[in-house]
């Protein structure tokens, strides 16, 4: 059974880049099946799209972010990471990595790590 | 952006009753090519990740109850707990994925009456 579990550093200062990793357990992120996502959730708040990846390199982010986020794979690790730059404290989050099935762009995540909180403060 | 729009904010049911939640888009999430709805919903219990329930607006993922159902078409979908049980009090969110950015609903919130 495929699992997924976010790592990084749980605090970050501002203007400062948030760099997150997802390792992938029981699964392989360059299986053509599967693309690989990051979501966010601020503190008490709803869920927000960042981007995902895929095997191929492809990836696509939310425009709200885009300026600023890179979601990037490293295959022999099995791993897939999320940089975020020039934080505020608009961007303090918890941080969930998932899956999303499909050998086309499903959208709908179907596995999901336990998260990650990331605060941004000085 | 495609905006979502559930309601109600929270709901309380009795156990064993049942709870119904609607969430709205602001277009349409069927994609007449497959006649596929872009419509899914989750469940985030306290102090955890969402988990999917359903997707493409009414297939019920693997291992999930059969007491959660989903149906609607087009802007206009509903998840039912057919006969709620103590372990459903969560946090439920619609999204959709028919249009780049995927987006959420705000979130309805079941509790236990």
């Known amino acids: 059974q495929v699992q997924v579990q976010e790592s990084g550093p749980g605090l970050v200062k501002p203007s400062q880049t948030l760099s997150l990793t997802c390792t992938v357990s029981g699964g392989s992120i360059s299986s053509g099946d599967y693309y690989w996502s990051w979501i966010r959730q601020p503190p008490g708040k709803g869920l927000e799209w960042i981007g995902y990846?895929?095997?191929?390199?492809?990836?696509d982010y939310n425009p709200s972010l885009k300026s600023r986020v890179t979601i990037s794979g490293d295959t022999p690790k099995n791993q897939f990471s999320l940089k975020l730059r020039s934080v505020t404290a608009a961007d303090t989050a918890v941080y969930y990595c998932?899956?999303?099935?499909?050998?086309?762009?499903?959208?709908?995540?179907?596995?999901w790590g336990r998260g990650t909180t990331v605060t941004v403060s000085s | 952006d495609i905006v979502m729009t559930q309601s109600p904010d929270s709901l309380t049911v009795s156990l064993g009753e049942r709870a119904t939640i609607n969430c709205k888009s602001s277009q349409s999430v069927l994609f007449s090519s497959n006649s596929k709805n872009y419509l899914a919903w989750y469940q985030q219990k306290l102090g955890q990740p969402p988990k999917l329930l359903i997707y493409?607006?009414?297939t019920r993922k693997a291992g999930v109850p059969e007491r959660f159902s989903g149906s609607g078409s087009g802007t206009d979908f509903t998840l039912t707990i057919s006969s709620l049980q103590a372990e459903d009090v969560a946090v439920y969110y619609c999204q959709q994925y028919h249009s780049s950015p995927p987006t959420f609903g705000g979130g309805t919130k079941v509790e236990i009456k």
């Open positions: 990846m895929y095997n191929d390199g492809t990836t």
């Open positions: 998932a899956r999303v099935p499909g050998d086309f762009w499903s959208g709908f995540m179907d596995v």
């Open positions: 493409w607006a009414s």
